[in-house]
């Protein structure tokens, strides 16, 4: 099974809003990852948390971890049509381990 | 900096054919990535080569995928026979650091009809 599970599945706002996606998992993490996917497109990397850290921004992204609840939530500001996209959360564990995607949320916002 | 390349983009073919799948990664990125993305869900790891050596292959079908890297460069998955199931995205995806940022190719979309 999956390590990470995005919360919401979907999602749909207005442009100029905030979005929040959240993401839950199960084990111990070296690391957790953003990806975004525009439709019929491969994985872009957006930003990662290393495990020691609780709060990273990069633009209009701002991401959080807590490891006491096995939880992360990727905020975007100021939503644009551009950030239409499946966003999908992934895990890395110790060394040996692969990073592992979660089902992603599909985010729309409208303009 | 040139990215992930895949090819083909797009294929179609029947159940119990055979088909390939290229990928040539980042220039210097020792570890390369094949998932799989089946509609509507998450990818899902099929392989990950560290030079031209297996690292991880427990969720690769072995009785009919298979998957090289040689001279730890491109590296070509293989399915074969294929089966309706195995309709899905097919992604390559290297990295500098094992774990960090990974970079992915546009992928390719198989239909198995």
């Known amino acids: 099974s999956q390590q990470g599970e995005e919360d919401p599945q979907a999602l749909s706002i207005q442009e100029g809003e905030n979005a929040t996606m959240n993401c839950s998992y199960k084990?111990?993490?070296?690391?957790l990852q953003w990806y975004r996917q525009n439709s019929g497109r491969g994985l872009v990397h957006l930003i990662l948390?290393?495990?020691?850290?609780r709060e990273k921004h990069s633009g209009r992204l701002r991401v959080t971890l807590d490891t006491s609840k096995k939880s992360s939530s990727l905020l975007i500001t100021a939503s644009r049509a551009a950030d239409t996209a499946s966003y999908f959360c992934?895990?890395?564990?110790?060394?040996?381990?692969?990073?592992?995607f979660g089902e992603g949320t599909q985010l729309t916002v409208n303009p | 900096e040139a990215g992930v390349a895949q090819s083909p983009r797009y294929k179609i073919i029947e159940k119990r054919q055979s088909v390939a799948f290229w990928c040539n990664p980042i220039?210097?990125?020792?570890?390369l990535y094949w998932y799989q993305q089946i509609l509507g869900q998450g990818p899902k790891l099929l392989i990950q080569?560290?030079?031209?050596?297996?690292?991880?292959d427990s969720q690769l079908p072995k009785d009919r995928f298979s998957a090289e890297r040689l001279k730890g460069v491109d590296s070509t998955l293989k399915i074969q026979p294929a089966k309706l199931e195995d309709s899905a995205v097919y992604l390559c995806?290297?990295?500098?650091?094992?774990?960090?940022?990974?970079?992915f190719g546009s992928g390719t979309r198989l239909t198995v009809v």
């Open positions: 995806a290297s990295s500098l650091v094992d774990h960090y940022g990974y970079t």
């Open positions: 084990t111990s993490i070296n690391n």
């Open positions: 948390i290393r495990s020691n850290e």
């Open positions: 992934a895990t890395a564990g110790y060394s040996g381990s692969r990073l592992t």
């Open positions: 220039s210097g990125h020792a570890t």
């Open positions: 080569f560290q030079n031209n050596g297996v690292v991880d």
